[in-house]
Nanobody
């Protein structure tokens, strides 16, 4: 069983930065694609960024140039560095681990609030 624990959320002013961290338990982390998703009130959950086991990254258009995802397989950790934050980045951010169908796990989320 995999457990994902997010941390690093909080209240930040417009233009500020936050670094989110997700720690994973278990032994499949280094084989897995790790992703950060977010869900704003009244909206569907959406992909923010993901990184494959080989280090390839994908970013949502809305965050390109402001966000960097990285992983440390030795520490079973994935990071999301967010800069130049905007009020529209306000959401609950979720960490996801995906290896295969049936091996798809989610954390409980961490709230990011950006004040204008």
């Amino acid at each position: 069983q995999v457990q994902l624990v997010e941390s690093g959320g909080g209240l930040v002013q417009y233009g500020g930065s936050l670094r989110l961290s997700c720690a994973a338990s278990g032994s499949i982390f280094r084989f897995s694609t790790m992703g950060w998703y977010r869900q704003a009130p009244g909206k569907q959950r959406e992909l923010v960024a993901r990184i494959t086991s080989g280090g390839s990254t994908t970013y949502a258009d809305s965050v390109k140039g402001r966000v960097t995802i990285s992983r440390d397989d030795a520490k079973n950790t994935v990071l999301l560095q967010m800069n130049s934050l905007k009020p529209e980045d306000t959401a609950v951010y979720y960490c996801n681990l995906f290896l295969a169908k049936g091996l798809d796990y989610w954390g409980k989320g961490t709230l990011v609030t950006v004040s204008s």
